[in-house]
């Protein structure tokens, strides 16, 4: 039942007193200025207020502050593009036929997404990393990258002594343009690398071999997938060849890019790391040097005669993975030659977890690692997480080695270490060891 009181009634609540409230401004109305708080009424500003808004910098035009202005791989690219002649610059950018395997590797690292966790300590983060059996302060090197002087007078003595500084590894190229002794003598603290194509010459190979193992080199690197060289148009269409050809169109272009032209004339001619000196382009000289009869009864070889860790570069299918490991591979490197080999390639990143998975069921230790498509420590993250031991870095450092030397080296992996750093502490982790395939997710097309 319902009771209702009347007002008269005395256990009726007394009424609440009354007091005068300001009537809200009709809409559209602008308050009282006394209704305002004090930071919201208009003044005529004071030059005290302004004084510490007038401070306009000087601009800086040395290579330290446009380097230092550069905040991705990307922005260096840029750089290097406005001061490299075009076909140095197309030979290091482009890739094979119509670069679809280029712009799938890249592709394939957006299409991610990171899964982080929360509410744990990452106020100390670390990078470092064991890569075949020795220690690495980042988890990336460098990877071979032939005729390497070209992009940039300083070539691979910039690489590796950057490498050298970042307390990571530098792969020499069978094709650089910087001997094993002289990359030794530059980088003598460095860890350095030295990557192999098996010649038709053996007695040649051997020779390499040799000298790589006097030098210091702990790891030979084999690469497998230039049976033939890859149908690489942009340095078709440019006329590249070894050296750059001084053309009329060449010259043109040197106008823009002095100081490019000007290091190159002024700096010993291109010779090469194992080669006489060549002229010619770029897909004769390798059609000439590469063996399309190699099997792996040669892998049996050079595991019988190199004695230090053997890595085997060029690997794009699960099954050849497992058969290297069989035939003595300390590790292998997904990678389809970033794109510049066969078009419509496996994407290394794809395949990785089909590696892993098949690594860890035959329970091998072989190291696993990857290139192509890397262009930040996002990237970088996300292949440790999905498994990858190590990675390299080609394009990526070559861009920042156009864009100013081995400053521009520096630059480039202060930017990837400060990327590795800031995703692994958004993701929840502090040490490399913390990923796992769970902070990735491989999103659906």
């Given amino acids: 039942m319902t009771h209702t009181i009347q007002p008269n009634n005395p256990e009726a609540?007394?009424?609440?007193?009354?007091?005068?409230i300001p009537a809200a401004p009709a809409s559209g109305q602008a308050p009282s200025s006394s209704a305002l708080p004090a930071a919201l009424k208009r003044r005529i500003p004071k030059y005290s207020d302004l004084a510490p808004l007038m401070q306009f910098k000087k601009p800086e035009f040395s290579k330290a502050a446009r380097l230092q202005r550069a905040s991705t791989i990307w922005?260096?690219?840029?750089i290097a593009k406005r001061r490299t002649p075009k076909a140095p610059f197309d030979y290091t950018d482009g890739a094979a036929e119509e670069e679809i395997t280029l712009r799938r590797a890249r592709q394939a690292f957006l299409?991610?997404?990171?899964?982080?966790?929360?509410?744990r300590n990452v106020s100390s983060i670390d990078l470092s990393t064991d890569i075949?059996?020795?220690?690495?302060?980042?988890?990336?090197?460098?990877?071979?990258?032939?005729?390497?002087?070209?992009?940039?007078?300083?070539?691979?003595?910039?690489?590796?002594?950057?490498?050298?500084?970042?307390?990571?590894?530098?792969?020499?190229s069978t094709m650089g343009t910087a001997s094993i002794e002289d990359v030794a003598t530059a980088a003598p603290n460095g860890r350095n690398w030295?990557?192999?194509?098996?010649?038709?010459?053996?007695?040649?190979?051997?020779?390499?071999?040799?000298?790589?193992?006097?030098?210091?080199?702990?790891?030979?690197?084999?690469?497998?997938?230039?049976?033939?060289?890859?149908?690489r148009l942009r340095d078709v269409r440019n006329g590249m060849t070894i050296p750059p050809a001084l053309t009329l169109k060449t010259v043109l272009d040197a106008s823009y890019r002095p100081a490019w032209w000007f290091n190159f004339l002024t700096h010993e001619p291109l010779t090469f790391a194992s080669l006489s000196r060549y002229t010619g382009t770029v897909a004769d000289l390798i059609n000439s040097m590469f063996d399309p009869t190699l099997t792996f009864g040669d892998l049996d070889w050079l595991r019988e005669t190199w004695k230090g860790k053997l890595v085997v570069k060029g690997i794009q299918t699960v099954e050849d993975a497992r058969r290297v490991v069989d035939h003595g591979a300390d590790g292998v490197v997904l990678s389809n030659h970033g794109g510049r080999q066969?078009?419509?390639?496996?994407?290394?990143?794809?395949?990785?977890?089909?590696?892993?998975?098949?690594?860890t069921g035959d329970n091998t230790d072989a190291a696993i690692m990857l290139d192509t498509g890397i262009m930040s420590g996002a990237d970088i993250v996300a292949a440790l997480a999905l498994g990858a031991d190590f990675t390299l870095i080609g394009r990526a450092y070559l861009y920042g080695l156009m864009a100013g030397g081995r400053a521009g080296v520096d630059r480039a992996l202060q930017i990837l270490e400060k990327d590795m750093a800031r995703t692994m502490a958004l993701l929840g982790v502090s040490r490399i060891s913390e990923l796992t395939p769970d902070h990735v997710r491989l999103l659906a097309k």
């Fill in 75 to 78: 922005e260096l690219r840029d």
């Fill in 194 to 231: 030295f990557q192999l194509y098996l010649w038709t010459d053996r007695d040649r190979s051997l020779e390499l071999i040799e000298r790589a193992a006097k030098a210091g080199n702990d790891t030979l690197m084999v690469t497998v997938d230039t049976a033939v060289a890859g149908a």
């Fill in 111 to 119: 299409d991610i997404e990171f899964r982080p966790g929360i509410l």
């Fill in 342 to 359: 066969l078009d419509r390639a496996p994407i290394p990143f794809h395949l990785l977890p089909e590696v892993k998975q098949a690594f």
């Fill in 132 to 172: 075949l059996g020795k220690p690495s302060r980042l988890p990336v090197g460098i990877a071979p990258t032939g005729f390497t002087r070209m992009m940039q007078s300083e070539g691979e003595y910039a690489g590796s002594q950057a490498a050298e500084a970042a307390g990571i590894p530098y792969t020499l």
């Fill in 13 to 20: 609540t007394p009424a609440p007193e009354t007091t005068d």
